[in-house]
C-alpha cells in the first residue's frame, strides 16, 4: 500500500539557519503530495501542497518539490525563525479512490534564538 | 466561517467505558474524515464519511469502533468498551465536494485527547 517516510526528528536549529526535512513516498499512480504543520495543542494546517510532477508548493517561505524521478517531496525553508517551531507531517493522498491522507510519522522541529 | 469544531479537548475515561466524540465540519463541509494519532506516531486513517453514508471505514478497527454522519448534527465517533491502547489524540477533518476535485485539501479541528484510566 501507498506509505511515506520522513526523516526522523526532532530537529533543533538556530534562528536563521537553513531547513531541509527529508520525505520520500510510495504510491501506485500520480499522487498528490502535502506538508501539514501541526502547532502544540493544535490540529494540523495544510502548510503547502503539489498535485504533479515538477510541481512547486510554497507557503510561508517554506517550500517542497514534488519530484517523481525519486518519489521525494523535501521540504526547506532559507531561514527558519523561532515561530516555525512545530511538528511537520509529509502526507499523501493517492489515486485509489479513496480521498484518505496517508501520513509521515511527523519531525519535530525546535527553532532557538 | 468557524473552522472544524470539535469536542470535547480532552475526554477521561475508565476501561470498559464509552467514548463519544463529537465533531462538526465547517460550512459547507460535506465530507468528514477520523483519523487516530498515538503518541509519537503520525495521523493514521480511520474512516470517511458523507452525509448519512460511510464511504471507506479500511482504518477502522473491526470491534467496539463505529462512526456515522447523520444528516442533521455533528459526526460521532464512538467507541465502546474502551482500553488503555485506544488512548490517543483523534482528529477530524472536513473537505467540500469542490476541493476534492481539486485534490483533497482537508482542513483539521484540534482534536479530541482521549486518555483511558
Known amino acids: 500500500g501507498d506509505s511515506v517516510t520522513q526523516m526522523e526528528g526532532p530537529v533543533t536549529l538556530s534562528e536563521e539557519a537553513f531547513l531541509t526535512i527529508n520525505c520520500t513516498y510510495t504510491?501506485?499512480?500520480?499522487?498528490?503530495l502535502f506538508w501539514y504543520v501541526q502547532y502544540p495543542g493544535e490540529g494540523l494546517q495544510l502548510l503547502l501542497k503539489?498535485?504533479?510532477?515538477?510541481d512547486k508548493g510554497s507557503n510561508k517561505g517554506f517550500e517542497a518539490t514534488y519530484r517523481k524521478e525519486t518519489t521525494s517531496f523535501h521540504l526547506e525553508k532559507g531561514s527558519v525563525q523561532v515561530s516555525d517551531s512545530a511538528v511537520y507531517f509529509c502526507?499523501?493522498?493517492?489515486?485509489?479512490?479513496?480521498?484518505?491522507?496517508?501520513f509521515g510519522k511527523g519531525t519535530k522541529l525546535t527553532v532557538n534564538p | 466561517n468557524a473552522g472544524v469544531m470539535q469536542n470535547p479537548r480532552h475526554l477521561v475515561r475508565r476501561r470498559g467505558q464509552e467514548a463519544r466524540l463529537r465533531c462538526s465540519p465547517m460550512k459547507g463541509h460535506s465530507h468528514v474524515y477520523w483519523y487516530r494519532q498515538l503518541p509519537e506516531e503520525g495521523l493514521k486513517f480511520m474512516v470517511y464519511?458523507?452525509?448519512?453514508?460511510?464511504?471507506?471505514e479500511s482504518g477502522m478497527p473491526k470491534e467496539r469502533f463505529s462512526a456515522e454522519f447523520p444528516k442533521e448534527g455533528p459526526s460521532i465517533l464512538r467507541i465502546q468498551q474502551v482500553v488503555r491502547g485506544d488512548s490517543a489524540a483523534y482528529f477530524c477533518?472536513?473537505?467540500?465536494?469542490?476541493?476534492?476535485?481539486?485534490?483533497?485539501?482537508?482542513?483539521f479541528g484540534a482534536g479530541t485527547r482521549l486518555s483511558v484510566l
Open positions: 464519511l458523507q452525509k448519512e453514508n460511510i464511504i471507506d
Open positions: 502526507a499523501l493522498s493517492g489515486q485509489g479512490g479513496s480521498e484518505k491522507l496517508v
Open positions: 503539489a498535485t504533479k510532477a515538477d
Open positions: 504510491a501506485t499512480g500520480y499522487p498528490s
Open positions: 477533518a472536513s473537505s467540500p465536494l469542490g476541493e476534492l476535485i481539486a485534490k483533497n485539501i482537508q482542513y
